[in-house]
Nanobody, 115 residues
């Protein structure tokens, strides 16, 4: 089974930065499309950023210019660099690995942006 584990969340002040990591087990990481999602209390889960198996990226409008998604296939890891953080970025962030119709999710890592 594929296991997805997020890390790197925490408490930061507005304007600060965090880098989230998502480690994926197995031998097929390079074939996965990878995504970061987030869910704030009382809200639905929303897509934050995607990086495909060939390296193409896309971002939610709310994070464009501030967040960067990247992947290191040699390490089976995807990253989300978050800069200029705002209180509205506060959420549980989840990593998703998708291959065809199969989706794997991590347990989430909490990001809190507050003074």
């Amino acid at each position: 089974q594929v296991h997805v584990v997020e890390s790197g969340g925490g408490l930061v002040q507005p304007g600060g930065s965090l880098r989230l990591s998502c480690a994926v087990s197995g031998s097929f990481f390079s074939s996965f499309n990878m995504g970061w999602y987030r869910q704030a209390p009382g809200k639905t889960r929303e897509l934050v950023a995607v990086i495909t198996n060939d390296g193409s990226t896309n971002y939610a409008d709310s994070v464009k210019g501030r967040f960067t998604i990247s992947r290191d296939n040699a390490k089976n890891t995807v990253y989300l660099q978050m800069n200029s953080l705002k209180p509205e970025d506060t959420a549980a962030y989840y990593c998703n690995a998708a291959l065809k119709y199969i989706n794997y999710w991590g347990q989430g890592t909490q990001v809190t942006v507050s003074s």
